[in-house]
């Protein structure tokens, strides 16, 4: 299951995180955002050989924790975006479709005119349609 997912522009400054948790955990999932966006860092600056090329965008599992797994995306213009899951075994194939459909939203979301560039994303449509992904995702169908 999605606890959390996260848009955080180049400048790592958040854009968009939506918890979709009954508890009052927000606080614990900014700080497991916030951790992975080192790992980011160190994956983009200091690549490895048998790591994937740079112009993948998919950057897999960052890391995980006792709870949750945290899985990373780096779009052309260096916005990142996160999934926490409680999920022990979701596939790699499954991740990328999910981050390719959560960037897809993220491109309409900013096209909108009345976007304004390096802002939060406020949008009540990409909430909706964020929020469909995710639950299409958790129940395991492609929609």
């Given at each position: 299951?999605?606890?959390?997912?996260?848009?955080?522009?180049?400048?790592?400054?958040?854009?968009?995180?939506q918890?979709?948790t009954?508890?009052?955990?927000?606080l614990k999932?900014?700080?497991?955002v916030?951790?992975?966006l080192?790992?980011i860092?160190?994956r983009?600056n200091?690549?490895?050989r048998n790591?994937?090329a740079?112009?993948?965008?998919f950057?897999?599992?960052?890391?995980?924790?006792?709870?949750?797994?945290?899985y990373?995306y780096?779009t052309?213009?260096?916005v990142?975006?996160?999934?926490?899951t409680?999920?022990?075994?979701v596939?790699?194939?499954?991740a990328?479709?999910?981050f390719r459909?959560?960037?897809?939203?993220?491109v309409?979301?900013?096209?909108?005119?009345?976007?304004?560039?390096?802002k939060?994303i406020?949008?009540?449509?990409?909430?909706?349609?964020?929020?469909t992904?995710v639950?299409?995702?958790?129940?395991?169908?492609?929609?």
């Amino acid at each position: 299951m999605v606890v959390c997912v996260a848009v955080v522009g180049h400048q790592n400054n958040p854009l968009y995180l939506q918890s979709f948790t009954e508890a009052d955990d927000s606080l614990k999932l900014h700080h497991v955002v916030h951790c992975s966006l080192d790992v980011i860092d160190e994956r983009v600056n200091n690549p490895k050989r048998n790591s994937p090329a740079l112009n993948e965008t998919f950057l897999g599992l960052l890391y995980p924790t006792e709870n949750y797994k945290v899985y990373g995306y780096l779009t052309n213009t260096k916005v990142k975006f996160i999934m926490v899951t409680t999920d022990l075994d979701v596939k790699d194939a499954d991740a990328r479709n999910f981050f390719r459909k959560f960037h897809a939203a993220y491109v309409d979301a900013v096209s909108n005119p009345f976007h304004v560039p390096g802002k939060k994303i406020a949008s009540r449509s990409f909430s909706a349609r964020v929020s469909t992904i995710v639950k299409s995702f958790s129940s395991g169908t492609t929609a």
